[in-house]
Structures are given as structure tokens and as C-alpha cells.
């Protein structure tokens, strides 16, 4: 079993949907949330960082986590077709030992946002 | 303000060949870890490195090794490659060690090894 496991879709919704994405996880350790979103070909761009329990909000993009779930969602607001792309989720632990700052990802949602 | 800066952008190698990969992290960021993805994967943590120590280690062979220089730039090196070792590489920059740091992503060098 995946300590992290995402849905890799496909998603395709069209333009002005809201859009739901979501991991679950195995780890009691991992304290530390992140989506990140990657364009086709270029590196991981950083969206939303949070630590422990609770929601986060930035603009369209709304982070939430439930610790006692082992379960952490991202959801997108009006959608737009510049929001296609993979999202991926990411998470850490505190724990040190040779793991000290190493990022678990989830395998990554294609989503296609279509006008 | 520059980003994390990879080169080169593609490479590519045949079995047995070895290949050195470059990474300029974020300028005030003194850690560098660098990741592998494979197509259609998430990344995978091969290593951590800060103050020019490896601190993370993550299940690759020994044929993958890294190091830092006291710029903070660094290396990520592959011994005898082998057809799986194409993928992305993909470096961080984070400015220090902990969890609570965020990690920030170049570009990547895409890797096929033929």
C-alpha cells in the first residue's frame, strides 16, 4: 500500500465548475500539507501549504485537511481552462532520521478544464 | 528574483553511461533536495541536502549520489545508467532542512536513457 494515495483521474469539467481533488494517506506521521500544480513538461509550482487540521484558503483555491481522516482535499473555484494542468498533492513529517524533510507525493490528478 | 535553475534541460544517454545534473537553488536557500519523477508519477525523494551534508536519503541504489557545494549549488550524479533511470529530476530549493520549510521546484532535466 501507497502512503499517499490520489485518484489520477482523468477530470474534465467544464469552465466556471467547481472542482474537487483529494488524497488520502497512511502515515500518522505526516504533519505537513501541500498541492502543488505541474504543467505539462516544467517542475511542481507550490499552491497551497498547510500544517495540521484546518482549512486555508488563497484566492480560488481552498485547502482543507482532516487529520483524524487521513484525508486532505484541494477545491477549486471557478474554474478556468489555465487551471489544467496535474495537481499533485504532498506531505511531511516531523520525525527526523534520514526521512528529515523528505515530501511523500500522491501520483497526481490530470485535470482538463474545457471553455 | 531567479528561481531554481536546472541544467541542462534534456540529456540524453545510453546504458552504462554516466550522466551529472546540476541544480542552482534559490538565492538565501541553503537546502537542495532533489526528486525523480517518472512519467505519469508522482515525484520520488532521493535526497536532501543542507550545509553541504546529505541529511535525507530516500531507496535508491548506491549508483545515485549527490553533494553540495558551499555556494549551495549541487549535483545529483547517476552511475551506470539503466533504461528505468529515464525520468524527470527534478531539484528543490527550501531554506533550511525542516518539514516546515517550503520546497520550491525548478524546472527539471528530462533524462531518456536509450
Known amino acids: 500500500q501507497k502512503e499517499v494515495e490520489q485518484d489520477p483521474g482523468p477530470l474534465s469539467v467544464p469552465e466556471g465548475a467547481i472542482v474537487s481533488l483529494n488524497c488520502t494517506y497512511s502515515?500518522?506521521?505526516?504533519?505537513?500539507f501541500m498541492w502543488y500544480r505541474q504543467y505539462s513538461r516544467k517542475g511542481p509550482e507550490l499552491l497551497m501549504y498547510?500544517?495540521?487540521?484546518g482549512n486555508k484558503e488563497d484566492g480560488r483555491f481552498t485547502a482543507q485537511v482532516d487529520k483524524s481522516s487521513k484525508y486532505i482535499s484541494l477545491f477549486i473555484r471557478d474554474s478556468q481552462p489555465s487551471d489544467s494542468a496535474t495537481y499533485l498533492c504532498?506531505?511531511?513529517?516531523?520525525?527526523?532520521?534520514?526521512?528529515?524533510?523528505?515530501?511523500?507525493f500522491g501520483q497526481g490528478t490530470i485535470l482538463t478544464v474545457h471553455p | 528574483d531567479a528561481g531554481v535553475t536546472q541544467s541542462p534541460t534534456h540529456l540524453i544517454k545510453t546504458r552504462g553511461q554516466h550522466v551529472t545534473l546540476r541544480c542552482s537553488p534559490i538565492?538565501?536557500?541553503?537546502?537542495v533536495s532533489w526528486y525523480q519523477q517518472v512519467l505519469g508519477q508522482g515525484p520520488q525523494f532521493i535526497f536532501q541536502?543542507?550545509?553541504?551534508?546529505?541529511?535525507g536519503r530516500g531507496n535508491f541504489p548506491d549508483r545515485f549520489s549527490a553533494r553540495q557545494f558551499p555556494n549551495y549549488s549541487s549535483e545529483l550524479n547517476v552511475n551506470a545508467l539503466l533504461l528505468g533511470d529515464s525520468a524527470l529530476y527534478l531539484c528543490?530549493?527550501?531554506?533550511?532542512?525542516?518539514?516546515?520549510?517550503?520546497?520550491?521546484f525548478g524546472p527539471g532535466t528530462r533524462l531518456t536513457v536509450l
Open positions: 528543490a530549493s527550501s531554506l533550511g532542512q525542516g518539514p516546515y520549510n517550503e520546497q520550491f
Open positions: 502515515n500518522s506521521a505526516f504533519q505537513y
Open positions: 498547510t500544517y495540521s487540521s
Open positions: 504532498a506531505m511531511s513529517a516531523i520525525a527526523g532520521g534520514t526521512s528529515y524533510g523528505k515530501l511523500t
Open positions: 538565492s538565501g536557500h541553503k537546502s
Open positions: 541536502y543542507y550545509e553541504k551534508e546529505e541529511r
